[in-house]
């Protein structure tokens, strides 16, 4: 079984950077697929960025492309999301979500398996 838990939200000022973790224990990242996603409050749950399989293949959603970076260690079997720029509509509790098989680098929120329990992110001033 997989196991993920996020960590690293917080209360940030626009223009301002986060860089959230994310720890997976069970399984090597090489054969998982890991996609970081958020949800604000009245709002579904939306994709954000991913990670995936032994190349290290990336995707990020329109919104954050030049504000967040994905990246991972291996050694630490540990996800990343750098988050720089920080705009207040990016407010919202960030999960990340695993799964051993996978077509697109980020699919949407029902083909993820393993989910950790979340980390708000607020941007405000």
């Known amino acids: 079984q997989v196991l993920v838990a996020e960590s690293g939200g917080g209360l940030v000022q626009p223009g301002g950077s986060l860089r959230l973790s994310c720890a997976a224990s069970g399984f090597s990242l090489d054969y998982l697929a890991i996609g970081w996603f958020r949800q604000a409050p009245g709002k579904e749950r939306e994709g954000v960025s991913g990670i995936a399989g032994r190349e290290g293949s990336t995707y990020y959603v329109d919104s954050v492309k030049g504000r967040f970076t994905i990246s991972r260690d291996n050694a630490k079997n540990t996800v990343y999301l750098q988050m720089n720029s920080l705009k207040p509509e990016d407010t919202a509790v960030y999960y990340c979500?695993?799964?051993?098989?996978?077509?697109?680098?980020?699919?949407?929120?029902?083909?993820?398996?393993?989910w950790g329990q979340g980390t708000q992110v607020t941007v405000s001033s």
């Open positions: 979500a695993a799964t051993e098989t996978w077509g697109d680098v980020l699919g949407p929120p029902h083909e993820y398996e393993y």
